[in-house]
T-cell receptor, first 112, second 112 residues
Framework: AQSVTQLGSHVSVSEGALVLLRCNYSSSVPPYLFWYVQYPNQGLQLLLKYTSAATLVKGINGFEAEFKKSETSFHLTKPSAHMSDAAEYFCAVSDYGNKLVFGAGTILRVKS | DADVTQTPRNRITKTGKRIMLECSQTKGHDRMYWYRQDPGLGLRLIYYSFDVKDINKGEISDGYSVSRQAQAKFSLSLESAIPNQTALYFC???????????FGPGTRLTVL
């Protein structure tokens, strides 16, 4: 069965600093991977997705993620954090295409 | 107008009461899902449906039931609510396998 581990339940960065949110997955088949963002009191919004077309995936709001099969990782990065990036971020893997399995989430705090 | 709507947005109920959460979508998607979100646990799948005649249990279906009244409507019921069902509930839709899911704004349920 597929599973997702997000390292670090809370990450704190200064405004303008690099954002790095870690995600490792377990999958017995080629994975489809997703990053979602949840702003306070809102639903989840898709940031980006990996569907095997390219290992470096660019998403909205300046985020990108790199698929590394050898490390079973799909870490999310952004070169320069903005206050508006403060939110909870979820990594998810597709379960044979029919369901999503989510990680526990990482809360990103951006300090001014 | 939002593509995926959930009603009510907030609900406080008492132990033992029956409660229904409703989800409607205008995206024309066949696949619909119900999740609950608890702090530190991410999103966990309760039930999912791939069309009107198809209902499947997720990883935490005990204590819940669902009804797919039409392609656009998917309701979640708690037959006899208990306090540990206090959580944030999300409905999601998807057009096909391996595709991203689109989330509603959520229903915050409190069981006293």
């Amino acid at each position: 069965a597929q599973s997702v581990t997000q390292l670090g339940s809370h990450v704190s960065v200064s405004e303008g600093a690099l954002v790095l949110l870690r995600c490792n997955y377990s999958s017995s088949v080629p994975p489809y991977l997703f990053w979602y963002v949840q702003y306070p009191n809102q639903g989840l919004q898709l940031l980006l997705k990996y569907t095997s077309a390219a290992t470096l995936v660019k998403g909205i709001n300046g985020f990108e993620a790199e698929f590394k099969k050898s490390e079973t990782s799909f870490h999310l990065t952004k070169p320069s954090a903005h206050m508006s990036d403060a939110a909870e971020y979820f990594c998810a893997v597709s379960d044979y295409g029919n369901k999503l399995v989510f990680g526990a989430g990482t809360i990103l705090r951006v300090k001014s | 107008d939002a593509d995926v709507t959930q009603t009510p947005r907030n609900r406080i109920t008492k132990t033992g009461k029956r409660i229904m959460l409703e989800c409607s979508q205008t995206k024309g998607h066949d696949r619909m899902y119900w999740y609950r979100q608890d702090p530190g646990l991410g999103l966990r799948l309760i039930y999912y449906s791939f069309d009107v005649k198809d209902i499947n249990k997720g990883e935490i279906s005990d204590g819940y039931s669902v009804s797919r009244q039409a392609q656009a409507k998917f309701s979640l019921s708690l037959e006899s609510a208990i306090p540990n069902q206090t959580a944030l509930y999300f409905c999601a839709t998807s057009p096909r396998a391996y595709n991203e899911q689109f989330f509603g704004p959520g229903t915050r349920l409190t069981v006293l």
